[in-house]
């Protein structure tokens, strides 16, 4: 099996002249192979000296208007836009700049989930025994699965992205009745009604009003049977009173 890496790399002076210097801009793409407004990638490879990594190495950059709350270098603020370079031994004949962009921007998700695990038990483990550390991983990889599907399927738009901090309401049961009013709390108690909702018995199908299936033959017999059976000891037993 083949495998290449793909990771990010310091803006240098080097890489900042080699920024400048590009006139190469491509524009970034989304998954869905739409364009990514606002974001362009370059290749720098032949403007920078990458004679120190692995032979076939190459650095792709990208600049974008930056989102609000970005961290930006005093390059970045003179530039007016947000710089980051990866670089990545993938071959040229293999896929484009903007898909080795898009493939990179990717492993940004992993990082998110990696901290969210920080913040749900990912920290210090608990003991020096292994099976005891064990078992505090896999509680904490099971919260971290539940926080992910709860995003996706239970919350609102404005807490897809929330962390678990935002979640809590000052470490308060919001649906114990503390603090209804706060945001959180509004949006756990939503969450929780959806569950509930999702948990109440489905209603009777057509089968199931219309009445029990129609018995073979077989079974009409052996429940004609049962009835002579009990028609007879209601006769013996009426008998026995008179």
């Not at 935002?166 to 049961?173: G, T, Y």
């Not at 114990?176 to 959806?194: E, I, N, Q, W, Y």
């Not at 109440?200 to 077989?218: E, F, L, N, Q």
């Amino acid at each position: 099996m083949q495998t290449f890496f793909s990771v990010g790399a310091a803006v240098t002076e080097s890489v900042r002249a080699a920024i400048v210097a590009c006139v190469d801009w491509l524009p970034a793409i989304e998954a869905d192979r739409s364009l990514r407004d606002g974001a362009e990638i370059a290749e720098l490879t032949h403007l920078v000296d990458l004679s120190a990594y692995p032979q076939g190495t190459r650095m792709i950059g990208r600049r974008e208007r930056p989102h609000p709350g970005a961290l930006l270098s005093l390059f970045d603020t003179v530039e007016g836009l947000r710089h980051q370079v990866f670089i990545t031994d993938t071959p040229r004949p293999r896929c484009s700049v903007q898909l080795l962009e898009l493939r990179h921007r990717g492993y940004a998700r992993v990082e998110n989930r990696i901290r969210t695990g920080k913040d749900g038990g990912f920290g210090p483990f608990p003991s020096r025994l292994f099976a005891i550390n064990a078992a505090w991983l896999q509680l904490a990889l099971v919260g971290i699965d539940l926080l992910a599907w709860t995003r996706a399927l239970l919350l609102d738009v404005e807490h897809t992205a929330a962390e678990p901090k935002k979640l809590r309401s000052s470490r308060r049961r919001p649906w114990a009745g503390v603090d209804r009013a706060l945001p959180p709390a509004t949006t756990c108690l939503t969450a929780a009604s959806t569950i509930l909702a999702g948990l109440k018995p489905a209603p009777p199908t057509d089968r199931t009003v219309a009445g029990p299936t129609p018995c073979r033959p077989g079974n009409l017999k052996a429940r004609r049977y049962r009835q002579l059976l009990a028609d007879g000891t209601r006769r013996e037993d009426s008998a026995s009173y008179e």
